[in-house]
């Protein structure tokens, strides 16, 4: 079944990392981070929230529907003044009109059906002159074949049955960019980043991530078993891998402005 947000054995799944430093290091690329006021919707455990909080950002929001991921968050991000966390959804956060230079919500709208009221809020909260950066993974980001550093590519070789779902749950890139037009923002870049999601010592800690269904909602579909089996799988397609195995993921990012 889907992951439950909501439910207390998950509080730590999205706490168990740090933001890697290609994430940091092309965001600033294209948005300086420094000393601007910074909402991370969807924070979930905090990650993204830590990374950006420890970048420069004068002060970062988190805002989570799970009051679960926020408890997470809270310890992720403790002794960190500059961090704020509140409950409130992409459609409603709770936040005031034209308050942050940065909007972020990444790995979020994956999770939505309604991508204009996600939108039309982003543009709510955020200033006239700020910037609204998008992360997601599209169909084809997800899709791509399995190999050394790609897991993921792994999890539909062995179950073929999760591409529908995946497909189903998964924006194409043409309906972001509809959206986002069609809500008052501009696209000024769309960027491909392959982030490291994780670097394993050794396949038996690559096992144990996978074991627990860390950081990855589609292995909650699998029950133990079928999970067990791909775990089998996935080692026997890496079994003349070098180690350490660096994880990376496919995304696509997407930074927009008001018109």
């Given at each position: 079944m889907p992951?439950?947000?909501?439910?207390?054995?998950?509080r730590m799944t999205y706490t168990t990392r740090t933001a890697d430093a290609s994430w940091l290091s092309l965001l600033q690329e294209y948005v300086d981070v420094s000393g601007k006021e910074i909402v991370d919707i969807g924070c979930g455990g905090g990650i993204y929230t830590r990374a950006l909080a420890n970048s420069g950002a004068a002060h970062v929001t988190g805002v989570d529907f799970s009051d679960e991921m926020l408890k997470g968050a809270a310890r992720h991000c403790e002794n960190l003044s500059n961090v704020t966390l509140q409950q409130g959804n992409a459609y409603n956060s709770g936040l005031p009109d034209h308050t942050f230079d940065i909007v972020l919500e990444r790995a979020l709208i994956h999770h939505l059906q309604d991508l204009d009221s996600c939108?039309?809020?982003?543009?709510?909260i955020l200033k006239n002159n700020g910037v609204f950066i998008i992360q997601d993974r599209t169909p084809e980001?997800?899709?791509?074949?399995?190999?050394e550093h790609n897991m993921r590519g792994y999890f539909f070789e062995?179950?073929?049955e999760l591409i529908g779902m995946e497909r189903s749950r998964r924006h194409e890139a043409h309906e972001v960019q509809r959206s986002l037009d069609s809500n008052g923002f501009m696209i000024v870049r769309t960027v491909q980043l392959w982030e490291t999601r994780c670097v394993h010592q050794n396949l038996a800690a690559l096992n144990k991530d996978l074991a627990q269904r860390t950081g990855r909602s589609i292995l909650h579909e699998l029950t133990d078993h079928e999970l067990g089996e791909l775990?089998?799988?996935?080692n026997s397609k890496l079994k003349n891998s070098t180690t350490p195995i660096i994880e990376k993921d496919?995304?696509?990012?997407?930074i927009a402005v008001p018109k």
């Open positions: 992951i439950n947000f909501h439910d207390q054995r998950n939108f039309q809020e982003a543009k709510r980001d997800c899709l791509l074949p399995g190999d062995k179950y073929p775990i089998v799988f996935i496919s995304w696509t990012l997407w």
